[in-house]
């Protein structure tokens, strides 16, 4: 499985923005997709996850209620919709996959990872 992570960009504080995902190779064997972020100088943190096949979604305390995660199976990309951004979510933001049947808010439950899109928000 393949990721390519896209749409980062420079907004300003209060704006929207929608990264993409899209997943190539053995896309039939996806459990799960998920958004995780690192900012600089941080851990990475978990953002968002949903099932490949369901509707089943998980989100990060710091983003409930201003991000979405959906996915489109048909284009194989799965999306996240930043609403109401700040300055504490500049961060790369990185998708992940796995095969198992856990949705996971750990990095350690996905075994596949996209490069990464940066996402700077100014205040």
């Known amino acids: 499985v393949q990721l390519q992570a896209s749409g980062g960009g420079l907004v300003q504080a209060g704006d929207s923005l929608r990264l993409s995902c899209a997943a190539s190779g053995r896309t039939l064997s996806i459990y799960a997709l998920a958004w995780f972020r690192q900012a600089p100088g941080k851990e990475r943190e978990f953002v968002a996850a949903i099932r490949w096949g369901g509707r089943s979604t998980y989100y990060g305390d710091s983003v409930k209620g201003r991000f979405t995660i959906s996915r489109d199976n048909a284009e194989n990309t799965v999306y996240l919709q930043m609403n109401s951004v700040q300055p504490e979510d500049t961060a790369v933001y990185y998708c992940?996959?796995?095969?198992?049947?856990?949705?996971?808010?750990?990095?350690?439950?996905?075994?596949?990872w996209g490069q990464g899109t940066l996402v700077t928000v100014s205040s």
């Open positions: 992940a996959a796995d095969r198992r049947g856990v949705l996971s808010t750990r990095d350690s439950g996905y075994a596949y």
